[in-house]
């Protein structure tokens, strides 16, 4: 299987920073397409402000700096490969497969919380599982090592030298 197409869709600066230093230090091929992809949930609006409009403007602009930097990464990296970006609203397991199905995608590169326990169906759940169950194409999940290492009860060293 030939991977020239990837989808990566990105939920927050953690994960998506934890999927973008994977893809970086993988090998793909020289002309590999990569697409980043944000899906902004449906915003419930806060009281502090005055509009929908204003607070959506401000969900919008930071979500493309986030997918900027993301790309980044990427780019930074993989000098030769084609990277677009892309902001949409909706939810995202219903946008993402969308995507995967329109885009084409070979494979697809997201994140997951991964928690674990009583409540594993629903906040593993949601987006990761839905997608990896119903994607049209290969789902590999990258968790951030720390949270994994920290449910696993392996002690994890911090930025800042502390053991947890």
Not at 51 to 76: G, H, N, P, Q
Not at 115 to 130: P, T
Request: aromatic content about 6%; hydrophobic content about 50%; glycine content about 4%.
């Amino acid at each position: 299987m030939t991977i020239r197409r990837i989808l990566v869709p990105l939920e927050d600066e953690e994960f998506g920073t934890e999927v973008c230093k994977f893809i970086a230090t993988s090998l793909w091929q020289p002309k590999t397409e990569f697409l980043v992809l944000h899906v902004i949930r449906q915003p419930v609006l806060p009281l502090a402000l005055p509009s929908y409009a204003e607070y959506a403007e401000l969900i919008v602009t930071a979500s493309w700096k986030f997918v900027e930097r993301m790309s980044a990464i990427i780019k930074a990296a993989h000098p030769k490969a084609k990277v677009d970006e892309m902001v949409i609203e909706g939810n995202p397991k219903e946008k993402i497969l969308e995507m995967a199905e329109t885009w084409e995608p070979d494979l697809i590169v997201m994140g997951s919380h991964g928690r674990i326990g009583a409540l594993k169906q629903l906040l593993l759940g949601s987006v990761s599982q839905a997608v990896s169950a119903y994607a049209p194409c290969p789902v590999l999940i990258v968790r951030p090592m720390a949270a994994a290492r920290k449910e696993a009860g392996i002690a994890v060293e911090t930025e800042a030298g502390v053991t947890t």
